[in-house]
């Protein structure tokens, strides 16, 4: 066992950096960054908020998958209604404003959504 204090000094340098960041926020006494504050649309949405915001990305993905291997946009809300499975008709129809309501949380999050990929942005409104 000669080699255990190298491996401890080995595990206390990976610990100390692995956990830095938080050590860095903690120190700096910031917050954690607030949730943005997003536009809401005038009707009823899909599903609840908590419920788009916490899997809107699975439910866009799903209706892809559907849309797309079956052909099938036949698709209903939380509460039943028929609806179109569809991010430009459906989503995009409320949600007009990509930048005040799509990039303003992805921006954030540092997440790229690849629906743009395929769907064409619309012009920006003037």
């Given at each position: 066992m000669r080699d255990g204090p190298r491996i401890a000094a080995g595990l206390a340098l990976f610990l100390g950096l692995a956990l830095a960041p938080v050590w860095q926020r903690?120190?700096?006494?910031?917050?954690?960054?607030?949730?943005?504050?997003?536009?809401?649309?005038?009707?009823?949405?899909?599903a609840s908020r908590d419920v788009m915001r916490a899997s809107h990305m699975r439910l866009l993905d799903a209706w892809r998958d559907k849309v797309v291997r079956t052909g099938r946009r036949a698709?209903?809300?939380a509460d039943g209604r028929p609806l179109a499975a569809s991010l430009t008709g459906t989503?995009?129809?409320?949600?007009?404003?990509?930048?005040?309501?799509c990039d303003r949380c992805h921006?954030?999050?540092?997440?790229?959504?690849?629906?743009?990929?395929c769907h064409p942005e619309k012009a920006e409104k003037s």
């Open positions: 903690a120190a700096s006494g910031r917050a954690a960054p607030a949730e943005p504050v997003v536009a809401r649309p005038a009707t009823r949405c899909v698709a209903e809300d989503c995009l129809g409320c949600h007009d404003n990509k930048k005040e309501f921006e954030q999050l540092v997440v790229k959504p690849v629906c743009w990929s």
